[in-house]
């Protein structure tokens, strides 16, 4: 079982509940002369065409009538009411009172945003960015938000930063990210005060700073926002940028799930059974990494699967750990992929296959996990699943080895003791990754680079050491 902190990134989304949601209403008094304002609408008053579109739409002192709200709203919006022309859209867009026309929906919010409308000007962008009525075409759909953002508002500099991030519509800056993000959140927007929080832990785009971090997961998770509160709840339980305090993430994490984040159940599955702010608890932390898993969590289903395979607080099961590492692996979880290398290679309630193992080792070694490298590196050398190849052996060693993983670091000295493939033995350089695994205390690394030093001069072990040093400044 391993711990991983994860400050997950919110992917960009339609931050509005949806497109053309709602309408903004024109100020009603709670009595209203109906035939008094009427008339005035009848003489071309546009807020008077504006206030009586609004009343029949809510049927407030009349019978309400959508076809009627959009007649008012369209003599509003015909003469350049910009509330009317977003009302009409956001009509034309739910086929309330006409024919459904997202066409039409863009082309009444185009004529609001062209007056500067920000509401409009964010609808606009994100029909453009989804093809929605308009030609898709994200560069346009940015330079919408970049106008309602210049305005100040909000949601469209969250979302500006959002597309800073991932480089959608605008050239990709980690730097204008951060930058826009910290325009909405000293506004109190709480995503891009999560978001703000999960670049300084990261150090992206700005400098790391996890004390600040957690203020603004803070700031963000006392509004609600329950990725901020899962993600100060993480600070709490790994203490950092803050001391560590059980309490702390467990509460955190409780607010969190209240809220139905899926991976602060598999963090309260972690306390519960590691008894950490909490009665140690092995049935109640499977509960949460059952809800999680069955959320789609990866990381929880990866849990659940190790629990079920070692035998746990539950009866082992290799079929259900199987089926837990799978779905994991499935969606990219390199862990849940090497555990599954490892169930293939060992034969562990499934016919040993290599092959497949090497496969699931593969696909988690491509995402930098080393040991799966290191698995890699020795299935070449052995000729296991696949043809032996020195050099992809090798190859595959140093991945690891680079890392600073021990055993890769040893197996790569072995390999450079001897002739392999292409590569003439190299003494020098097998001694300084010797050193390297000794130092994290691999006692198989002492006694190799030991009995190397008997080949060596003491001219080629200064350097041995020097690449060593130097290896470990980068």
Known sequence: MKFMSVIRERVFSTILVCLAAGLTWAVVAQTPDFDQIKAKAEQGDAKSQLTLGTMYYRGQGILQHYAEAVKWFRKAADQGDTTAQRNLASMYYQGQGVQQSEVEAANWFRKAADQGDVQAQIEIGLMHFSGT???????????????????GQMVAQKNLGVLYLTGAGVQQDNSEAARWFRKAADQGEPQAQNELGRLLVGGIGLKKDLAEAAQWFRKAAEQGEPTAARNLGTLYFVGQGIP???????????????????????????????????????????????????????????????????GQGVKADMAEALKWYRRAAERGFMLAQHNLGVVYGNGRGVPKDPAEALKWYRKAAEQGYSVSQNEIGYMYDQGIGVEKDPNQALAWFRKAAEQGLDVAQQNLGILLTKQSGKNAPDLVEAYKWFNLAAAQGNTNAVGNRDLIMKKLTTEQINEGQRRAAEFLKK
């Open 133 to 151: 009525g308009v030609q898709k075409d994200a560069v346009q759909g940015a330079g919408w938000i970049r106008k309602a953002a210049d305005q």
């Open 244 to 310: 560590p305090d059980d309490a702390e993430a467990l509460r955190w994490f409780q607010r969190a799930a209240e809220k139905g984040d899926p991976q602060s159940e598999y963090y309260l599955g972690l306390m519960h059974a590691q008894g950490r702010g909490v009665t140690k608890d092995i049935e109640e932390g499977l509960k949460h990494f059952r809800i999680a898993a069955e959320a789609g969590d990866a990381m929880a289903q990866n849990e659940l699967g190790w629990w079920y395979e070692k």
